[in-house]
């Protein structure tokens, strides 16, 4: 970041703008990159929370005039104050930038600002006016300058994107405020469409997304965050209630096929939206069904599996192919692909359990069962080993959870899960932890497997030791170290590692060109999707490692427009979108500590369970949706937090 001119981010004021060199002060609450893109300086910000001004020459004036005008523009028009107000301000700010106000013109616009700031329902005119504020009050000569001459100011380079606190944080870029507005509005069939303009698993993501929007929700400083995964699925389980069925508006047809290896998160996703942009995609994958690790690895109770299914078909109609049993590198290799397409997107995901690294783990012993595969077979309907009655999981995860949780729903009486830190640092969603407690999972914390005990190849328990939690690592979580003598032993039939997954790219030949990490992933262009090899783009897990199915969405879909801008012949880079995503995520669109000076006290609408002894013999979804006035209500609390940034390049 370069050196700060002038900041009044979050009322932090820092202004060197008379100071000594030596003497000058950077804020300690905004971190702002030097570039915007690749020769694209960044002179200074205005936005939600002030003005962050890099270099002195920026003309202040035209530059409030310029994000008046962003802001006027993305109003919507729902209030008074900031339909006409903005507008009002936006002109007089444009007059006098163009050498046409008077002095009574600044003045006005301090008055009409302030009282769109105070009037305004939402966040558009609450937060659009403050910077044009802070720039009357701190630059008052520049503004006293320009109404007093006649003559245009010099013009500069500026763009502006819009955010909100949960946008910024959703790896899929969905638009919240406008489809849990139009919930609100009974607007479902809008909100949908919202919705799929992002994603094309609605009903999916409203079930199983680890939601980072509502740890981003500004209603949270009030009371409680906006349910919004489950309005996401209120959205999607209307349409099939009222048994509608959406009409996908694709592309005028560009010929240009593409082969997309794998049918899961990643690979739907971007096939759906290069399908949309009217090309030919034909996904290869190796199961006999759709929806990779959603599919084979998140129990029917969780998601069920027509709900996937239905979205897959709808995948399908947008025109495109998928071809099930295919496993690339057997039946049809890399090479073979980019001779008969036009570019080639590999999505596949971490189907392969990590190894635990104890005694006894290469032995083969019946009841030792990853657990990837514990929950492939499951899927499939199989009790994966039905001699066994006892459980015991190791793990932290979500994967972990799906064990110990699917274990009764099979029929398992005894189900443990062992975990070396506390419940504190476990990865999983909280929200399943506590759904496992209530089914009364037994866990262990502060403890870890030390070695496999069997008789006659069979498993018949596990020792484990005691741990402690030491100093913190990589991850930032306290190392677990093991306390020595305090080693004990939990009597087992089934033992199921699930302390982590890996990507299985043994498809990939040397011939194909495709770099690997020192992880074994893709060596992909974060920015571009593009693997070493031209024409080959791939993301998902087979880049990041294991992770979460809504950032899979979002890279696929990301990756698509790579690939489109690949087919047209275009430079393959990232997205003003993307750009303006990341200087977002630097500076920090949510601030915890905000206080919103308005009245809370309105708990959001949580979904019906069934009782935890009645759902833990079963496998029927557990959660029930949203009654319409359950929905509607709920998205009637979101404040509609949207935010403009407007950046000065050069």
Same mark, same amino acid.
């Given at each position: 970041m370069e050196n700060i001119v002038f900041s009044s981010w979050q009322e932090e004021l820092i202004d060197n703008r008379t100071v000594a060199e030596q003497d000058r002060r950077q804020p300690g609450n905004v971190k702002l990159p030097a570039e915007f893109r690749p020769g694209e300086r960044i002179k200074a910000f205005m936005g939600w929370d002030g003005i962050v001004l890099c270099d002195p020459d920026v003309d202040i004036v035209e530059m409030s005039a310029r994000y008046a005008e962003a802001v006027q523009s993305e109003s919507c028009g729902k209030c008074f104050p900031c339909r006409v107000g903005t507008r009002l301000v936006s002109d007089w700010l444009g007059k006098i930038a163009s050498g046409e106000g008077r002095a009574e013109d600044v003045t006005r616009i301090g008055e009409l600002a302030s009282r769109i700031r105070e009037g305004s329902k939402c966040s558009i005119g609450q937060t659009g006016m403050k910077p044009v504020l802070h720039a009357?009050?701190?630059? @008052?000569?520049?503004?006293?300058? =320009?109404?007093?001459?006649?003559? #245009?100011?010099?013009?500069?380079?500026?763009?502006?994107?819009?955010?909100?606190?949960?946008?910024?944080?959703?790896?899929?870029?969905?638009?919240?405020p406008t489809y849990v507005e139009e919930i609100g509005e009974q607007r479902f069939a809008e909100s949908l469409a919202t919705i799929r303009q992002s994603i094309c698993m609605a009903g999916t993501l409203g079930r199983v997304c680890i939601r980072p929007c509502e740890s981003n929700c500004r209603r949270a400083n009030l009371d409680e965050s906006i349910s919004i995964k489950n309005l996401k699925r209120f959205a999607a389980d209307y349409e099939i209630e009222k048994n509608r069925h959406p009409r996908n508006a694709a592309g005028k047809r560009t010929g240009r096929k593409v082969?997309?290896?794998?049918?899961? @998160?990643?690979?739907?996703?971007? =096939?759906?939206?290069?399908?949309? #942009?009217?090309?030919?995609?034909?996904?290869?994958?190796?199961?006999p069904e759709p929806g990779g690790m959603a599919a084979v690895g998140i129990p029917d109770f969780r998601l069920p599996r027509q709900i996937l299914r239905r979205e897959v078909d709808i995948v399908k109609e947008a025109g495109v192919e998928i071809r099930y049993?295919?496993?690339?590198?057997?039946?049809?290799?890399?090479?073979?692909?980019?001779?008969?397409?036009?570019?080639?997107?590999?999505?596949?995901?971490?189907?392969?359990?990590?190894?635990?690294?104890?005694?006894?783990?290469?032995?083969?012993y019946q009841g030792f069962i990853p657990g990837v595969r514990y929950l492939l077979d499951i899927s499939q309907g199989k009790d994966p080993y039905p001699e066994g009655k006892k459980v015991v999981v190791v793990g932290g995860g979500n994967v972990a959870i799906d064990c110990v949780r699917s274990s009764f729903r099979i029929g398992k009486e005894d189900v443990n899960l062992v975990y070396r830190r506390t419940i504190v640092e476990m990865p999983a969603d909280p929200v399943e932890i506590h759904d496992a407690e209530e089914e009364k999972v037994n866990f262990h914390y502060l403890c870890n497997p030390a070695k496999i005990l069997s008789r006659e190849g069979r498993v018949v328990g596990v020792e484990c030791i005691r741990m402690e939690l030491g100093e913190p690592d990589k991850s930032g979580r306290r190392r677990p170290v093991p306390v020595a003598g305090s080693e004990f032993v939990i009597e087992t039939d089934i033992l199921i590692p699930a302390i982590g997954q890996k990507v299985n790219l043994s498809f990939l030949r040397e011939e194909d060109g495709i770099k690997l990490t020192k992880w074994n992933t893709i060596d992909a262009d974060p920015d571009t999707f593009a693997t070493s090899q031209e024409g080959v783009f791939a993301s998902g897990d087979c880049v990041t490692g294991p992770d979460v199915l809504v950032r899979a969405t979002g890279t696929g879909k990301r990756a698509a427009e790579k690939i489109d801008l690949y087919l047209a012949g275009g430079k393959v880079e990232a997205s003003i979108d993307e750009n303006f995503k990341s200087l977002f995520s630097q500076l920090g669109v949510y601030n915890k500590k905000e206080q919103l000076g308005a009245i809370g006290g309105l708990k959001r609408a949580e979904l019906p369970m069934l009782e935890p002894e009645e759902r833990k013999r079963s496998f029927d979804e557990v959660e029930a949706g949203y009654k319409i006035n359950e929905a509607t209500d709920e998205a009637e609390r979101c404040l509609r937090c949207y935010r403009i940034g407007m950046i000065a390049i050069g």
């Open positions: 009357l009050k701190y630059f @008052p000569q520049a503004f006293a300058d =320009a109404a007093a001459k006649r003559g #245009k100011s010099p013009e500069g380079r500026y763009r502006y994107s819009v955010t909100a606190p949960c946008v910024s944080v959703c790896p899929s870029s969905l638009d919240i082969a997309v290896i794998g049918a899961g @998160p990643a690979g739907l996703s971007c =096939a759906y939206n290069l399908a949309l #942009k009217g090309h030919q995609p034909t996904v290869f994958e190796k199961l049993g295919v496993e690339v590198g057997k039946e049809i290799t890399i090479a073979d692909l980019r001779k008969d397409y036009a570019a080639v997107f590999i999505g596949v995901g971490a189907h392969d359990s990590m190894p635990m690294g104890v005694e006894g783990e290469e032995m083969g």
